[in-house]
């Protein structure tokens, strides 16, 4: 089917980091021939200059369209530019702040951009707390279906996040133990060497407990305890995550641990930023399956290394069992499993090794982006967060928000390039 993919916010930061990269990987396969991209300014942009790198493979497939975003004429015009035919579909990707999203939101609606072949497609952030994203999705619900709506959490698209439920559903050595009486504890990690990377004002509204634990970490979480749908059927894993997500009870502040690194308050110019760049807490689940197992979620920016894993520890019969098995999300994406064995030799020894999956080094993983903008234009909505369980997941971490908002849980401080064990001790 032809589709036009009509990207809002392609001047921004994520357009280049993340998307025309990812589109200019798509159209490479030369499968989506039938793709087009228009891509929405509010001023005059010369195309080459925005497509860059990717111009030569993008040029053909691209064309600019400047508006004013807030003129409902424009709409207007938009709708006769695109001229979509009912054997057509039209994408809208929305990639701008929160206010300017519900602003263009209402605008198609308005303009009558919202028949059954136009989908929308939705950045984060979904709101800034439970109200905001409640909001924000019965205001995307007056116009469009929910069916229409696709929102991105990219960390669900991510190969090895995919993985996870492949791994579970497929190896029935492991189906046996996916419950509490064989697992201690499990622990989702996202740690970044990266800092804030000049994104002052758009982390001083975020910290880290929105921008990647409330989303990312509670979606990977999810995955890890969802029951695996009857024959590994990817339609049913909406449905299946957000029963998970409903038995992971709301945080509980007093197992929670907030942190700022040094230099943070200089970069964002403001001396008494009380923005978090480091978020860690314990959650528990109250499936019976799940009960009493600690869910420990952690995030931070400038730490020592990058690495987001999912750990699962299995409960030990001796002290001297090894007893780790880890999802690597990234980077060096695959599965280890650490085993104790005889160290080859006359005596009894033994030593630690590792058991490991890894992809072949020219295996050509696709990146999240490409994954959703792929599932979108295929109708899959498998790997998109549904409005339940957006609201859920604002529901887990509201008594943080509240708690830090009467000024509890005082900031701690770490320096770039700490370990974000250092942060516990
Ligand atoms: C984004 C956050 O959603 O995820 C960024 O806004 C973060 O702050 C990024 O750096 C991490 O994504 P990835 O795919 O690089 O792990």
Redesign the pocket.
């Known amino acids: 089917m032809k589709t036009k993919l009509i990207i809002f916010g392609i001047t921004g930061d994520l357009s280049t980091r993340k998307l025309l990269p990812a589109l200019s990987r798509i159209i490479g396969t030369g499968d989506f021939d039938d793709l087009s991209i228009i891509g929405v300014s509010r001023r005059h942009v010369e195309q080459y200059e925005l497509l860059g790198d990717h111009h030569e493979q993008l040029n053909g497939t691209t064309a600019m369209y400047t508006m004013d975003l807030a003129n409902p004429d424009d709409y207007r015009g938009l709708k006769s530019y695109i001229d979509l035919k009912e054997d057509e579909q039209a994408i809208f990707y929305l990639s701008v702040p929160p206010a300017s999203s519900a602003q263009i939101v209402e605008l198609l609606g308005q303009a009558g951009l919202n028949s059954d072949n136009v989908k929308l497609l939705l950045e ?1 952030p979904f709101g800034v707390d439970l109200v905001s994203a409640q909001d924000m999705i019965e205001h995307v619900g007056r116009h469009y279906d929910e069916s229409q709506v696709y929102r991105i959490d ?2 669900l698209a ?1 190969e090895m996040a995919q993985n996870i439920l492949s791994f579970r559903g497929r190896n029935a050595l492991f189906a046996h133990v996916w419950n509490n009486t064989a697992i201690e504890r499990i622990d989702v990690i ?1 740690l ?1 060497s ?1 800092d ?1 990377e000049g ?1 002052a004002h758009f ?1 001083e509204q ?1 910290g880290a407990l929105r ?2 634990l409330q ?2 970490l509670i979606q990977l979480l999810a995955l890890t305890l969802l029951e695996v749908p009857e024959d590994l059927d990817w339609n049913k894993l909406p449905d299946a995550r957000l029963k998970a997500l409903q038995c992971i009870q709301p945080a509980d502040i007093t197992k929670s641990l907030r942190a700022q690194y040094n230099g943070y308050r200089d970069e964002v110019q403001n001396p008494d930023s009380q923005v978090e760049t480091f978020v860690s807490v314990a959650l528990s689940s109250n499936d019976p399956n799940w009960q009493g197992v600690p869910l420990t979620l952690t995030t931070g ?1 400038a730490l020592e290394r990058k690495a ?1 894993e999912v750990r699962i520890h299995f409960k030990k019969t001796n002290g001297a069992q090894s007893n780790y098995l880890i999802f690597r999300i ?1 980077p060096h994406e695959g599965i280890e499993i650490d085993l104790v064995t005889k160290k080859p030799g006359y005596d009894q020894d033994f030593e630690t090794q590792e058991l490991t999956f890894n992809y072949p080094e020219e295996t050509n993983l696709p990146d ?1 982006y490409e994954q959703v903008i792929v599932d979108a234009i295929r109708s899959k909505k498998s790997l998109f967060a549904e409005g339940g369980e957006v609201v859920r997941s604002w529901e887990i971490v509201a008594p943080l928000q509240e708690a830090w908002l009467r000024g509890e849980s005082p900031l701690r401080f770490y320096d770039k390039g700490d370990s974000a064990k250092s942060l516990f001790a």
């Open positions: 984060k990219h960390y991510k996202a970044e990266i804030i994104r982390y975020a921008d990647v989303g990312h920016k987001t990234q999240a």
